[in-house]
C-alpha cells in the first residue's frame, strides 16, 4: 500500500461545476499537508498548505481529517484554466524528515 | 531571485554513456532533492540532501550518483545510462513550508 494515495481520475468536468479530490495517508507520525498543482510538461507548484481547521484561497477549499488520515480539496465554479494534476503532499519526521508525493489527480475542465 | 534552475532542458543520450544533470538553487535553502517523473506517473526520489556534505538516498538511486559541495549545487550523475532512465527529472530544494521545483531536464536514452 502507498504512504499517499489519491484517486488518480481523471475528472472530467464541465465549466462552472463543483470538484472534489480526496487522499489518503497511511503514516499517523506525519506532520504537514499540501496541496500542489502540476500542469503538462511542467514542475510542480505549490497551490495551498492544508490545516485541521480547514483553510480556503479562493475558489479552493482544503479540509484535514487526522483521525480519519484524510486530506481534501474542493474547486467551486470550475475553470477551463483549472485544467491540470493535482498532487497531495504530505510531510513527516520520523526516521529523518520526509516529503511524500501522492501520484496525482487529473483533471479536466471543459468547455 | 532565480530560485531552482536546471540544466540542460532537454538530453538524448546513447545507452551505456554518462551525463551530470544540473542544479543550483539561491535561496539558500538546506533541503535539496532529485526526483524522476515517469510518463502519467508521480514523483519518485531519488536522492537527496539535508545541507552540505549530506547525501542519502530516496527511493529509487539505483544507477544514479550525487554529490553536494556547496548549499547552491546538487548535481545528479547518470552512469552508464539504461533505456529505463527515460524520464523528466526535477530537482527541487525547500523551506519548511514549500517546496521549489525546477523546471525539469527531459532525458531520453536510446
Known amino acids: 500500500r502507498k504512504e499517499v494515495e489519491q484517486d488518480p481520475g481523471p475528472f472530467n468536468v464541465p465549466e462552472g461545476a463543483t470538484v472534489a479530490f480526496n487522499c489518503t495517508y497511511s503514516?499517523?507520525?506525519?506532520?504537514?499537508f499540501f496541496w500542489y498543482r502540476q500542469d503538462c510538461r511542467k514542475e510542480p507548484k505549490l497551490l495551498m498548505s492544508v490545516y485541521s481547521s480547514g483553510n480556503e484561497d479562493g475558489r479552493f477549499t482544503a479540509q484535514l481529517n487526522r483521525a480519519s488520515q484524510y486530506i481534501s480539496l474542493l474547486i467551486r465554479d470550475s475553470k477551463l484554466s483549472d485544467s491540470a494534476t493535482y498532487l497531495c503532499v504530505v510531510n513527516r519526521n520520523t526516521g529523518g524528515f520526509k516529503t511524500i508525493f501522492g501520484a496525482g489527480t487529473r483533471l479536466f475542465v471543459k468547455a | 531571485n532565480a530560485g531552482v534552475t536546471q540544466t540542460p532542458k532537454f538530453r538524448i543520450l546513447k545507452i551505456g554513456q554518462s551525463m551530470t544533470l544540473q542544479c543550483t538553487q539561491d535561496?539558500?535553502?538546506?533541503?535539496m532533492y532529485w526526483y524522476r517523473q515517469d510518463p502519467g506517473m508521480g514523483l519518485k526520489l531519488i536522492y537527496y540532501s539535508v545541507g552540505a556534505g549530506i547525501t542519502d538516498k530516496g527511493e529509487v538511486p539505483n544507477g544514479y550518483n550525487v554529490s553536494r559541495s556547496t548549499t547552491e549545487d546538487f548535481p545528479l550523475r547518470l552512469e552508464l545510462a539504461a533505456p529505463s532512465q527515460t524520464s523528466v527529472y526535477f530537482c527541487?530544494?525547500?523551506?519548511?513550508?514549500?517546496?521549489?521545483f525546477g523546471p525539469g531536464t527531459r532525458l531520453t536514452v536510446t
Open positions: 535561496m539558500n535553502h538546506n533541503y
Open positions: 503514516n499517523s507520525a506525519s506532520q504537514s
Open positions: 527541487a530544494s525547500s523551506s519548511p513550508r514549500e517546496q521549489y
